[in-house]
């Protein structure tokens, strides 16, 4: 094995006093609503408000003297620069972490109070690759040791801790774990300690790993047999969303996981919003991407035991309006039109009176009136109670001879709306 269950029980050794400890929770809701026993693991509880700190933490204080006089560095916007920096707060050890110039200024100020003196944040490039690249080139410079944040063993080792304490709660008695997939560094160490414990004595578990729809790059690396760099992705979920995932990861989740599967942003969203609204729960995207899977293997988990690691809760709550947006599109119960009005009065009101259904709520409308002109478009954006208000409503359009055009995730516009 690339990573043993020897390498996780010292890094459970060295982070006794330093991560939590973390709940296994029942959800109720959730098994109620699968027919299943769906419990939660809750690293969003974290000091750090992610499972980050086991591996970061694991990896420094593993150095030898000379390394930790020369250093440590890093590149990360999100949680992977918070637990490092917490890190090198504990052990009193420089570091240097290197984040994009658009990262925004609530992130920067976080990874500074945990750092608290002990790291230097350097803003580099306007995307995380070239914010990497930059501290690769430090590390070579300056004899800094590089913390990776999945593709090092001893960052594998500490995320492994995770599935080492779902295994002191539950022992073999567990169907289904499922995970977040970023750079795979997570689920890499979970399986090693639940498929080394419990080799020989439970084939019936699966281990599922979950990735957002826009950033599949483990996906497509296994369908591929190799590790694969994708060309775009979708930075919605970003602590998830990554381009290449490791080669070390790669090879643990292609012997270890069952399965990896995509899963819409929109669908990420509605799971936020339900964990919040039902239990108090603010997860982050990539902290609920685990819960999001379960509708897809909905007929598979009946019966059975299931824990959901729920990653993190650094979510900042601006993004909540685009959270909501995302979601209610998902459900198909927002949509946008593009709808030509004749430029007389009684226009709009005949839309209000004769399309408009009695659910049926506008929520965005924007039209400028044309001189000299006989039509004029506006963009009109409908909110729906149920789905299948949609097609009704398009039904109530065409009595009335409207002439609209239904905007699709194709279209430009769409993507500035949405």
């Not at 300690?193 to 790059?217: C, F, H, M, Q």
Request: hydrophobic share 40%.
């Amino acid at each position: 094995m690339i990573v043993t269950i020897k390498d996780i029980d010292e890094a459970a050794e060295r982070l006794v006093g330093i991560s939590e400890k973390t709940p296994l929770q029942k959800n109720h809701r959730l098994s109620k609503k699968y027919g299943a026993n769906i419990y939660m693991k809750r690293e969003d509880l974290q000091e750090v408000r992610s499972f980050k700190i086991r591996g970061a933490y694991n990896k420094i204080a593993s150095l030898t003297d000379q390394e930790r006089n020369n250093g440590v560095v890093c590149a990360s916007a999100g949680n992977h620069a918070q637990g490092v920096a917490w890190s090198c707060n504990a052990l009193k050890i420089k570091g240097t972490i290197f984040m994009p110039v658009v990262t925004p200024n609530q992130k920067i100020d976080k990874v500074k109070q945990f750092g608290d003196g002990f790291i230097e944040v350097k803003l580099f490039g306007s995307t995380f690759d070239e914010a990497s690249k930059a501290s690769m080139d430090f590390a070579s410079q300056s004899g800094a040791t590089y913390v990776h944040p999945f593709n090092d063993t001893k960052t594998i080792a500490g995320q492994g801790t995770v599935g080492k304490e779902i295994f002191e709660k539950l022992g073999g008695n567990i169907d289904y774990i499922i995970s977040c997939v970023g750079g795979g560094g997570l689920i890499s160490g979970v399986s090693s300690y639940l498929r080394g414990t419990l080799k020989n004595k439970n084939d019936k578990l699966r281990i599922i790993g979950v990735e957002p729809s826009g950033a599949g790059s483990m996906h497509e690396s296994l369908k591929q047999n190799k590790v694969v760099t994708l060309d775009e992705i979708d930075t919605f979920v970003d602590g998830a969303a990554v381009r290449t995932v490791g080669k070390l990861t790669f090879e643990i989740v292609k012997k270890n996981v069952d399965a990896v599967i995509l899963v819409p942003e929109g669908k990420v969203c509605t799971t936020m919003i339900e964990l919040y609204q039902n239990e108090g729960i603010v997860t982050e995207p990539a902290g609920a991407l685990a819960l999001s899977a379960l509708d897809f293997l909905s007929e598979k988990i009946k019966g059975k035991i299931v824990v959901c690691i729920l990653s993190g809760g650094n979510n900042d709550i601006l993004r909540y309006p685009e959270i909501m947006e995302k979601s209610l599109v998902f459900q198909g119960r927002k949509h946008y039109f593009l709808i030509e009005f004749a430029q007389k009065p009684g226009q709009l009101k005949r839309m209000l009176d004769e399309a408009l259904g009695p659910n049926d709520d506008i929520v965005r409308f924007e039209y400028m009136k044309k001189t000299e002109k006989e039509k004029a478009p506006a963009l009109v954006g409908f909110e729906l109670r149920d789905k299948n208000d949609l097609k009704p409503l398009m039904k109530r359009m065409d009595a009335i001879e409207l002439k609209y055009t239904k905007l699709t995730e194709k279209d430009m516009l769409y993507q500035y709306l949405v």
